[in-house]
């Protein structure tokens, strides 16, 4: 379905591979196709969502334990977050 390397998330089936759907930096989820660049969707600070583009600013949009999927447990909060929005529903 989708995987994730070196902090951008793909739609490809094998590690690497696949468009790039979106990057996560530095607490910041964005949707260009390298880490750090794009236009800022959101972000993510202690355990808050929101939609600003640096950590802690803009409203909220829920807290990140909201947007755990199944098999992610281990992905810190951020990571979680922006697969949930690019690959299950669109948050931002």
Known sequence: MANFKNGVIRDGSSLG????????????????????????LGNVKGGTVRN??????????????DYKIKGGEYMD??????VYHFLIKRIF
């Open 52 to 65: 600003g583009n640096s950590p802690g600013s803009g409203s909220t949009k829920g807290k990140a334990k």
């Open 77 to 82: 909060d951020t990571l979680a977050t922006a």
């Open 17 to 40: 591979s696949g468009r790039a759907l979106g990057n996560v930096k530095n607490d910041v989820i964005r949707d260009g196709s390298s880490p750090g660049s794009g236009r800022a």
